[in-house]
């Protein structure tokens, strides 16, 4: 088993940067593929970006694509999530999430495909 604690969150300008973390304990990162996902007010949980596990493969959302940037240092035991140029639309809870694969760059983008999920950490972009 992992586990997986966010950090990093906050309140920001539109147009700023926020910079998430994941710290993982309990288990050998580097085995898990680790993704990104956010739930905002009233809306479904929607994923944002994974990273698989030798971090030759990303995936991102279409929402964030060219502004958000995943990375993961497995040295660490740490994902990231470098959140650039800001929209209040990007306010919401921020997860990640670890799935153990075998396959070192598949790259899991269904919530379901995960197993290990954060608590969360609130990013609130204001306008």
């Known amino acids: 088993q992992v586990q997986l604690v966010e950090s990093g969150g906050g309140l920001v300008q539109a147009g700023g940067a926020l910079r998430l973390s994941c710290a993982a304990s309990?288990?050998?990162?580097?085995?898990?593929?680790m993704g990104w996902f956010r739930q905002a007010p009233g809306k479904e949980r929607e994923f944002v970006a994974a990273?698989?596990?030798?971090?030759?493969?990303?995936r991102y959302s279409d929402t964030v694509k060219g502004r958000f940037t995943i990375s993961r240092d497995n040295a660490k035991n740490s994902l990231y999530l470098q959140m650039n140029s800001l929209k209040p639309e990007d306010s919401a809870v921020y997860y990640c999430?670890?799935?153990?694969?075998?396959?070192?760059?598949?790259?899991?983008?269904?919530?379901?495909?995960?197993?290990?999920w954060g608590q969360g950490t609130q990013v609130t972009v204001s306008s």
């Open positions: 999430a670890a799935v153990f694969r075998f396959s070192s760059d598949y790259v899991p983008a269904g919530q379901n495909e995960y197993a290990y």
């Open positions: 990273m698989s596990r030798s971090s030759r493969s990303t």
């Open positions: 309990g288990s050998t990162f580097s085995a898990y593929a």
